[in-house]
Structures are given as C-alpha cells and as structure tokens.
C-alpha cells in the first residue's frame, strides 16, 4: 500500500495545560487521561449526564501540553462547555487551529515510523507536534497533528504522497468506526450503540465522569437494542444518509453515513424478541447487504 497524508479538513485542534489540567479532563472524559503520555494517545468522548453523546476527540500528549484533535464544526460549542467546566481550575484552553491541523496517515511505513504495530494509539514526538497509531482500531493506520508551517515537508520527506479525505472516510466505513461528525447524533445518541467501548473511547474502570452511570449501567445490563453495522451495494448509495432502511415491510435501521457503495447503518439487533438473522435489507429503492 502506497504512504498517504491525508489533511483532515474538518477537524481542528486545541490545546489544554496547566496544573490542573489532568484532573480537570479526568472529570469530563469517558477514557482515563492518566492513559496519556508522549508514547500513548486516546480516543475519548464527553456525555450528557444522560450518557447520550456531546463531543469526540483525539488526545495526545507532549511535554505539559495536551493536543485535542476535534471536530470543527463542534469547536465553539466544545470550548464553551471545556470552559464551563473549568471552573477555578488552573487551567489553560486555547484553540491552536490556525498554527496546528489534524492529519491522517496510511501506509505500512506508518507503523515504522510511530511505534509498535499491535498497539493502537503508540505515539511519539514527530516535528512540533505528535504522531500516532490510530487509538480506535490500528486497521485506521495513523494521524498527526503537525505544526501548518511544515507544509507537509516531513511527510514527504519520508515518501508519503498526499491523499485525499474520501480514502479515509470509505477506510472509517470498512472498519465499522462510527465517529461525531457523520454518525453519532449530539444529545441523542447513546455511544455503546455505536461501538465506543469496543473502539477505546471508553474506560470502565477509571471512576466517576459526566454522564458515566447510565453508561457504566447499560454495559452492565448489556440492553442494547441496537447496533451499528457496514452495509454495501452495487449501486452508488453515497446521498443515503438518514434513511430508513426495511426488511420486507418493517422499518429496522436508518443509514448514518455512507460512501460510494458502502455505508455505515444502525440497525435493530432482534424483530418481535428474535435475533435479526437477515443479511439483505431495502433502503429506497436499492438493495444493501451486510458486508
């Protein structure tokens, strides 16, 4: 497979410090912040105290300093929530949007060049910034937040060529990784629908954070109705999002997002108390199969 850097258009990036930096995001996250070291970074999302979903985001470390690699069009509301919880925390938030950006990385080399390749979220310093495995799912490759000024010049330096945003998001599809920007639903949704324990954005064992006991408590019942899925067809399915999907004449699901002919979609796990059991499904008038 060819090295690509992939410049993530539609994230951004802050920065949090100070003394008490860690324990104040220890409060608010659904991942444990001690995980967070130069050599390991994290995925994590920030809960109603419903448990339904309100923010995701990357976190990677370097010297006192914590990278949050966010979705853009959720930055304002973000920083006005960080910044409500801050309180009398001695606590720094900034937005280093215009000085850092949010890179994704595929390739073999990817593993060479950050860490060990059975352990999603390895990290190191590279440049100005932090290079990593991806936390989620090590079959994402990598992502980089990287100082604007380099242009890419490390990169390529190392015989990446630049690819394009549609790559990554038709690789997040084939890996099942639901994300905050196409998927999940501010406020409505609930993440172990979408496969956030199973992704690492969520820690069981780190104590008490916004909205961790209806979430600790569906994980214990294990009530999940629901669950996310790829489904493909031989059409193009790309303008999908937020249907409804059926089998035969019962509403099961809806698409969440999609991409050329495959597409992510949430779908009931049982019909009248019985395992759904099919693996062909109608949405409009295209015909989609389980991949």
């Not at 949010?102 to 390739?107: F, R």
């Amino acid at each position: 497979m060819e090295n690509k850097y992939i410049p993530l258009s539609t994230r951004s990036v802050l920065c949090i410090s100070g003394e008490d930096a860690p324990h104040f995001l220890q409060g608010i996250l659904t991942n444990d912040i001690a995980l967070v070291n130069e050599k390991r970074a994290i995925y994590s999302l920030i809960l109603t105290p419903q448990g339904k979903f309100l923010f995701e985001m990357f976190i990677a470390k370097r010297d006192d300093l914590y990278f949050i690699d966010c979705v853009t069009s959720q930055k304002a509301e973000l920083l006005k929530k960080l910044k409500m919880y801050r309180l009398r925390s001695k606590v720094e938030i900034e937005d280093i949007s215009d000085e850092y950006e949010a890179v994704a990385l595929i390739g073999e080399n990817v593993f060479s060049e950050v860490g060990n390749v059975s352990e999603a979220g390895s990290a190191k310093r590279f440049c100005k910034g932090v290079a990593y495995i991806d936390p989620r799912k090590k079959e994402l490759f990598g992502r980089a937040i990287i100082e604007r000024e380099n242009h890419y010049q490390s990169f390529q330096s190392h015989d990446f060529v630049q690819g394009n945003e549609s790559e990554y998001q038709q690789m997040r599809i084939e890996n099942i990784v639901p994300d905050g920007e196409h998927d999940m639903v501010v406020e409505k949704s609930f993440p172990l629908r979408f496969n956030m324990a199973k992704l690492n954005a969520i820690n069981f064992t780190k104590g008490c954070y916004v909205g961790q006991e209806v979430t600790t408590r569906i994980h214990h019942r294990g009530t999940i109705r629901q669950s996310i899925h790829c489904l493909k067809s031989d059409s193009d399915i790309s303008n999908l999002k937020d249907k409804e999907i059926y089998l035969n004449d019962c509403k099961i699901g809806y698409i969440t997002s999609s991409i050329a002919h495959m597409s992510l979609a949430m779908l009931e796990n049982s019909i009248d108390g019985k395992d759904l059991q099919s693996t062909t499904f109608n949405c409009e008038n295209f015909v989609l199969e389980l991949c």
